[in-house]
C-alpha cells in the first residue's frame, strides 16, 4: 500500500525550521509582553536548535561523501550549495549571539549585531544568481538580500542615528514584500490558467492553484504583521505583542501545510530563471563567453598539443598573411587545434543558453 500523496512528498527539513521559527516568535512575543520572565538566551533556543541540526546534517553530509563518492552525481555544485548553506548559517548565528547578547547586557551595539546580516545581504545576491542559474534553492539567500536596506535603517534606527518614523524604516522591507507578492501573483494567474485550460495532470494543477493561493495568503499576513509592529512602535496603536505576532504565525502554519505539496519553495525562481535568460541573450559578451571556464591544466596540455602538432606537421606549416584566413593553415586545410576549441566552445555556449 502506497503512502498518501501529501506525505509522498514532505518536506521535512523546511518544516523543522518552520516549526521552530513558530516557537521562537511566540516565546519572543510573550517575552516582550511580560508573560514570562525567561532570560533572552532560553527564548532564543528554538534558534539554537535549528542551527545545530543544520550543521550536523553538514557534518554527516560530509562524512557520508567521503565514506562513498561515487554514489555522488555533480558533486561540485552539491558542495557549492552545501557550503553556501552553511555559511549563511554560521553568520546567521553570529547575529543571534550578538542580538541576545544585547537584549540581555546591551554591551555593544545594535549597528555590529547586524553586520552579520549586512554581510549575508551582500553575499546573498551573488549566491542568488548561482542558484538560478544551476537550479538549487536560494530562496533564504534571496531574502536576505532583499532586506538588507531594511537591516541597516533598522540598526541605526535603534542606536538614534537616525530619526525617522519606524514606517519609513520598514518601507524597504513592505517593497521586497510587494516585489514577492507580484511575482507569485503571476504564478497564480499562470495556475488558474493552467487548471482552466489544461485537462491532464489534475492533481497537479489543483495542487499548483492552492500553493499559489497559500503563498499569497501568507505574504499578505507578514505584510499585516509588519504594519501592526511599525503602528505599535510609532506610539500609534496599543496592543500586545502576541497579537501583532499573530498574522505572522498564521503565515507560519500555511507555510507549515505547504511543506506537504510537491514544491515547497518560493515561486520566484521560475520568474528569475526567464529574467536571467532574457538578460544573457541581450548582452552579446555573456552570450559569447560567460558560461565558458578554462582550467590551467587544461590550457597547458592544450599548447603541449598544438606544439607537437606543430612539429610533426614540420614543412607543412604554412604562415598564412595577415588578415586573410586562419592563423596557420596546415596543408592549406587544417586549422590549429586550439582555434577550433575556441569556436566550438562559443558554439556549446550559444546551445546551452538557448536550452
Not at 532586506?147 to 541605526?156: D, G, K, N, R
Amino acid at each position: 500500500m502506497e503512502p498518501p500523496y501529501l506525505c509522498d512528498n514532505f518536506n521535512r527539513r523546511q518544516f523543522v525550521a518552520l516549526s521552530l521559527i513558530f516557537m521562537f516568535v511566540a516565546l519572543l512575543s510573550l517575552r516582550l509582553d511580560d508573560f514570562i520572565c525567561w532570560h533572552y538566551w532560553v527564548v532564543f533556543c528554538p534558534l539554537w536548535l535549528w542551527e545545530f541540526v543544520v550543521f550536523g546534517g553538514f557534518l554527516l553530509e560530509i562524512f557520508a561523501f567521503c565514506r562513498s563518492q561515487h554514489c555522488y552525481v555533480e558533486t561540485q555544485s552539491h558542495f557549492k550549495s552545501a557550503f553556501f548553506d552553511a555559511f549563511f548559517h554560521t553568520n546567521l548565528l553570529f547575529f543571534e549571539v550578538l542580538a541576545c547578547n544585547r537584549l540581555e547586557n546591551a554591551h555593544h551595539s545594535w549597528v555590529s549585531a547586524c553586520i552579520p546580516l549586512i554581510i549575508l545581504g551582500i553575499f546573498g545576491l551573488f549566491v542568488s544568481c548561482w542558484a538560478i542559474k544551476n537550479d538549487f534553492d536560494g530562496d533564504l539567500h534571496f531574502i536576505v538580500f532583499s532586506h538588507v536596506l531594511f537591516f541597516i535603517l533598522v540598526a541605526l534606527r535603534l542606536e538614534n542615528f537616525i530619526n525617522w518614523s519606524w514606517r519609513i524604516v520598514f518601507l524597504p522591507s513592505w517593497l521586497a514584500f510587494a516585489f514577492f507578492f507580484i511575482l507569485d501573483f503571476t504564478e497564480f494567474v499562470l495556475s488558474i490558467f493552467r487548471f482552466a485550460c489544461i485537462t491532464r495532470f489534475p492533481d497537479y494543477r489543483q495542487q499548483s492553484l492552492c500553493i499559489s493561493v497559500g503563498y499569497s495568503i501568507s505574504l499578505l499576513l507578514i505584510t499585516a504583521s509588519g504594519v501592526l509592529l511599525a503602528l505599535k512602535l510609532d506610539d500609534d496603536l496599543r496592543l500586545p505583542c502576541i497579537i501583532i505576532a499573530a498574522p505572522l504565525m498564521s503565515a507560519l502554519t500555511v507555510f507549515m501545510s505547504l511543506c506537504f505539496s510537491a514544491r515547497p519553495h518560493f515561486q520566484w525562481r521560475r520568474c528569475f530563471r526567464i529574467l536571467y535568460r532574457h538578460i544573457i541573450e541581450m548582452c552579446y559578451p555573456l552570450q559569447e563567453y560567460g558560461n565558458i571556464s578554462y582550467k590551467l591544466s587544461s590550457l597547458h596540455q592544450s599548447s603541449m598539443y598544438d606544439q607537437g602538432e606543430l612539429a610533426a606537421g614540420g614543412s607543412a606549416v604554412t604562415c598564412a598573411p595577415r588578415g586573410k584566413g586562419p592563423n596557420f593553415v596546415c596543408g592549406g586545410e587544417r586549422t590549429s587545434s586550439r582555434f577550433r576549441s575556441t569556436r566550438y566552445a562559443g558554439l556549446a555556449a550559444r546551445q546551452v543558453l538557448r536550452c
